[in-house]
């Protein structure tokens, strides 16, 4: 089992399977048992003085651990709309993905907010967190509650960076040229991918203008290629509903081996926000 195949625990009766099997598979071997007490002090440490997200454990882990050569969908802002989200994992399937990370805002906006949830959970989906998912008024299970109270604000895999608005310090939605290039100026991630604004771009942080990053043209489920020089934003649009007259369900495959981001637009059911340029982001 590997570490994207496992879902948080969320409940006490969880915790206790899962620390009775991990004895279980340590009892009688001291070697196991001192890499426990390691990871327990360093843990520890992270809880009450934590460091800067890409020097924490698990990031450092994941990050050594990245499978080199797989294609990664990435999607975003679900809002609740399950129909949306069962018409992007089958086009997934279809794209040949071998992998799914999900940027966030999972619920509110759509009807089936535990179905969303549920769904993730069964697919080993991993998740950051989004606004929506940390403040909301709506009615969900407790299950579903405390997966999102449970939600990373970042993934981080070695010079990948996943995050649902910015990983600036100041968060604004990187949805012009200006805003790129503020985020190229206070991060150092090679690709950074983002949710939030509801309308995909592609953002280089080599511009001819100073101030500014360059916004790259791109067409819908065609590959851009990706220059290694270079360094990249991309917004990944959204599964719940679009903030421009593109009337699709938004997603993004990152290809590592071919070296593309691919833009999908596919047929599918969207919110009835899907026109709304006033909607809370």
Request: proline share 6%.
């Amino acid at each position: 089992m590997t570490g994207d195949s496992l879902t948080p625990i969320l409940t006490p009766a969880e915790h206790r399977i899962a620390v009775a099997e991990l004895l279980g598979r340590c009892r009688g071997n001291a070697d196991a048992l001192q890499l426990i007490a390691e990871v327990e002090r360093i843990v520890r440490f992270e809880l009450e003085c934590p460091p800067p997200a890409p020097q924490q454990l698990v990031c450092c882990l994941t990050a050594s651990n990245a499978r080199p050569a797989q294609r990664i969908a990435v999607i975003s802002d679900i809002h609740g709309n399950h129909a949306g989200l069962m018409a992007a994992l089958d086009d997934i399937a279809a794209q040949g993905c071998d992998r799914i990370v999900c940027l966030g805002d999972l619920v509110e906006g759509g009807p089936d907010n535990d179905r969303v949830i549920e769904t993730l959970r069964e697919r080993g989906v991993p998740c950051v967190r989004g606004n929506h998912d940390e403040n909301n008024d709506v009615a969900l299970s407790n299950v579903t509650r405390q997966f999102l109270n449970a939600l990373p604000e970042s993934i981080v895999e070695d010079y990948v960076l996943f995050i649902h608005i910015s990983p600036r310090a100041k968060k604004r939605k990187v949805d012009h040229v200006v805003e790129a290039w503020n985020v190229f100026e206070e991060s150092d991630y090679r690709l950074t991918f983002v949710g939030h604004a509801h309308v995909p771009y592609i953002f280089g942080q080599r511009s001819p203008s100073y101030g500014e990053a360059c916004r790259h043209a791109f067409e819908y489920n065609q590959p851009f290629a990706i220059d290694k020089t270079d360094r990249y934003i991309v917004s990944v649009g959204s599964i719940g509903y679009g903030r421009d007259t593109v009337a699709k369900i938004r997603y993004c495959i990152f290809d590592q081996k071919a070296g593309t981001i691919e833009n999908r637009a596919i047929d599918g059911p969207l919110l009835p926000l899907d026109y709304s340029e006033s909607h809370l982001s």
